[in-house]
């Protein structure tokens, strides 16, 4: 779902996303509308369960930043970084999908 709202984020940009009739936007954005949400209520539940990890997607999906940049941010190794990335992720896709 993260890597769904970046791609969002760059067609807006310009960044070559898929063509649209005008009759499916509204559809669209509504859809798209309901998955931003429910990202950003998961995210509210992971700050309560691992702030750190909260802390970690609001710098790479928020702010864009790398893990290098995260790590720096947040007083972490790139490492760190990277596994707190990859178990955010994890743990957001299951809180939003039901574990399925």
Excluded at 5 to 12: F, N
Excluded at 69 to 96: F, Q, V
């Amino acid at each position: 779902m993260i890597d769904d709202a970046r791609r969002h984020r760059t067609a807006k940009g310009g960044g070559g996303g898929a063509v649209a009739w005008l009759g499916d936007a509204e559809p669209l954005a509504e859809e798209r509308s309901e998955s931003f949400t429910a990202l950003e209520e998961a995210l509210a539940r992971l700050a309560t369960f691992d702030r750190r990890l909260s802390r970690v997607v609001e710098c790479r999906f928020h702010h864009g930043l790398t893990e290098v940049e995260t790590g720096a941010a947040l007083g972490i190794s790139a490492r760190t970084a990277h596994r707190d990335w990859l178990r955010a992720r994890r743990w957001l896709y299951h809180e939003i999908h039901g574990g399925g």
